[in-house]
């Protein structure tokens, strides 16, 4: 250009020229430098010339700014981005003042949303899309080969988006690099080489000497050495003795690389060809940095993540070979601004590349968040639920930072409760009910991995004992579900306040006990047991009752006592029992009755004694017979043998038998029959009957 006039600069016919929001001649681009990288947010600093001395920064600051390399040939190299930056640089002549500004891409604007949310069940693309969609960003393109595993829950946790996004991509070995555009960039997330496409012409050759023509001037190989392998391990709880240990060795067969490995856990994965998937990708990262070539050139269209094929290398093996350019620092400046004749407009850069052929990997560069102490969180479930579990006893649980979730059985996946003992089938369990608020620990820190320590009470959730007052007790007091209240309840607690020491055990509805062997109580004092219904004890054995004092039974009902074999009662004293109704007793076998003194039966009014069978009565000294009214005696047969003398005393005696009674003493005999009565002593004979009266014998005297 020739040299400048009075007149005042217009970017028309520059080098360099840029479009901002304050129109075509507010800014005069005088140089660029920029840098971009794979999966590394690129920077472009501008030094800018306006005849404005006053500009607002409210109208540039977050506002599209495009810059083109070379803007009056056919090929014009566009590089665009937002403002970031801006500064004012002092004057510089001619009536011009110098400004500085940084343009980044739109994807850098997620660092400005700090934010802390869960995500469950979802890959990386509908993560990305589902972020991005919320601040209206659609320029990016995801050329990913590879099948991304959902990821059953992924927190972002008190870190801006992107560098949530970030650290996400770095696991799963995805990268990204720009394409700029006229008017916009276009954020390219690749998994693989078939992502990168040729540059147009895709041929450029290296010549260090030519000056004149866009070409390679330096070609340079850096190697780098590198662990052999890389070992991945992690423990899934739902498959306890399954190994998830799993390592991938490189490709490369560096002098005693195999001796040195890197080693990690946990590797967060629950399936072994996903462990084995990301240790390939930590492997591939490390080989990425192996062979990077370092290159300087003046190839305008070059562009990170594209790619070019070598002509006229310096190295052989390099020719008509495709390389990736996965770095490149930009540098533009336009003389056109001063007056130096010896300085020209130029563009130049500096580049890495890589062989097509590589597996391109981040490295795992951005940390998660951690959290080192503990949470508190709320218990949630399904809508209706108290308790909302699992087989494991797994709940559901929300942050109280968490904005996002409902309060349901999606705030969470399942997560563990840790008890004082968790056997196989034994233990101890008390699963939080939903609506408690419990404290949440994190293994390694990581909040993808919440672990559920117990629980704490709060304003809503007060302790089951009135504080302070009942200090002195404690226990355990649950709470009848569904639908339970302050009143339903079961409780074991323990009052241990001096002198009034207790023991506390409620069930509000059943109360079992299984003892395997022994069980013993022993009460220093007195013992109540109050059972409004039934009362059934089973005994596989003997039972023996002992009781010092007095015992006494009352029984509203009827009593019934069943007992297989003998049953013995021996009372020292006294022994009373008085029946208000009737008494039936009955005995299959046999009854033996022995009373050491005398024995009483009073009968009010009658007595009936039926005996199958024979009657014994054996009295060792008197028996005394008193009736009041009348006594009958009906026997089929009746025998009576007295020993000593028999007495009988009546006002009358009435003897009747059906066919003969008999008299006998010694020798002689009084027989009544129906044909009459015969007395006869040795040999004397008195007849009486029908007929009259015959009296024979030795001698008959007559008076």
Not at 683 to 699: E, N
Request: hydrophobic content about 30%; proline content about 2%; aromatic content about 10%.
């Amino acid at each position: 250009m020739s040299a400048l006039g009075e007149s005042q600069f217009i970017q028309d016919n520059r080098f360099l020229r840029i479009n901002s929001a304050l129109g075509s001649d507010t800014f005069f681009l005088k140089a660029l430098r920029g840098n971009e990288t794979f999966s590394r947010l690129f920077t472009l600093e501008l030094d800018l010339l306006s005849y404005e001395k006053h500009i607002n920064p409210a109208d540039i600051v977050g506002t599209h700014i495009a810059t083109f390399v070379d803007a009056n040939s056919e090929q014009v190299k566009c590089l665009n981005g937002y403002v970031s930056q801006f500064e004012f640089t002092g004057k510089f002549y001619r009536g011009t003042y110098g400004y500085r500004a940084i343009l980044v891409p739109w994807f850098w604007f997620l660092k400005k949303r700090i934010n802390c949310r869960v995500f469950q069940n979802k890959t990386f693309p509908e993560i990305f899309e589902e972020i991005c969609g919320e601040f209206g960003f659609q320029d990016y393109r995801l050329s990913l080969s590879e099948n991304h595993a959902k990821l059953e829950y992924c927190v972002q946790y008190r870190e801006s988006d992107f560098d949530f996004l970030s650290r996400i991509m770095e696991r799963e070995g995805i990268y990204y690099f720009f394409e700029h555009k006229n008017d916009k960039h276009i954020m390219c997330l690749a998994d693989a080489p078939s992502a990168h496409s040729y540059l147009s012409p895709k041929e450029v050759e290296h010549n260090k000497n030519d000056k004149s023509n866009e070409c390679i001037s330096d070609w340079a190989h850096s190697y780098n050495y590198l662990s052999g392998t890389w070992k991945l391990n992690d423990f899934d709880y739902e498959k306890f003795n399954h190994s998830l240990l799993t390592e991938t060795s490189s490709v490369l067969n560096l002098k005693n690389a195999k001796n040195y490995f890197v080693y990690d856990y946990p590797g967060n994965y629950q399936e072994n060809t996903q462990g084995k998937k990301l240790a390939q990708y930590r492997m591939e990262a490390e080989e990425s940095h192996y062979d990077v070539i370092r290159a300087n050139s003046n190839v305008k269209n070059f562009e990170c993540g594209k790619k070019f094929t070598l002509l006229s290398g310096i190295f052989e093996e390099d020719n008509h070979k495709a390389f990736v350019i996965s770095e490149i620092h930009h540098e533009a400046y336009d003389n056109s601004f001063t007056q130096d004749k010896d300085s020209g407009d130029f563009y130049k850069n500096t580049l890495r590349c890589i062989s097509e052929k590589i597996n391109y990997r981040p490295g795992l560069l951005t940390p998660g968040p951690r959290i080192d102490g503990v949470q508190t969180a709320v218990v949630v479930g399904k809508s209706g639920d108290e308790i909302y579990t699992d087989e494991y006893g797994r709940i559901k649980i929300q942050f109280h930072w968490d904005t996002y979730g409902k309060k349901d059985e999606n705030s969470s996946c399942w997560i563990r409760v840790a008890t004082q003992w968790a056997g196989k089938k034994w233990g101890t369990i008390g699963i939080p009910r939903v609506g408690q608020e419990v404290v949440v620990t994190f293994e390694e820190g990581d909040p993808d991995r919440p672990l559920v320590l117990g629980c704490v009470y709060n304003s809503m959730h007060m302790p089951p004992f009135d504080l302070p007052g009942d200090k002195n007790v404690r226990g355990v007091k649950s709470r009848s579900t569904k639908g339970g209240s302050r009143s339903t309840y079961n409780e074991i607690s323990f009052d241990d306040t001096s002198g009034s020491e207790k023991l506390t055990i409620h069930a509000q509805k059943d109360f079992n006990m299984d003892v395997g062997k022994d069980a013993g109580t022993n009460a220093k004092g007195n013992a109540t047991n109050n059972v409004d219904g039934d009362v059934t004890w089973t005994i596989g054995g003997n039972n023996t009752f002992s009781v010092s004092g007095n015992d006494s039974s009352s029984v509203g009902g009827d009593q019934s006592n069943s007992i297989s074999g003998n049953k013995n009662d021996t009372v020292s004293g006294n022994q009373e029992g008085t029946v208000g109704g009737n008494e039936t007793q009955n005995v299959s076998s046999n009854q033996d009755v022995t009373i050491g003194s005398n024995q009483t039966i009073n009968v009010g009014s009658n007595q009936t004694s039926s005996i199958g069978s024979n009657q014994e009565i054996s009295v060792g000294s008197n028996q005394t017979i008193s009736v009041g009214s009348a006594q009958d005696i009906s026997a089929a047969k009746q025998s009576v043998s007295i020993s000593g003398n028999a007495s009988m005393d009546a006002a009358q005696i009435a003897l009747t038998g059906k066919s003969k009674i008999s008299l006998s003493v010694g020798g002689s005999n009084i027989t009544i029959d129906g044909a009459g009565v015969t007395i006869s002593v040795g040999g004397s004979t008195v007849k009486v009957d029908m007929s009259g009266v015959t009296v024979s014998g030795p001698m008959v005297k007559l008076n």
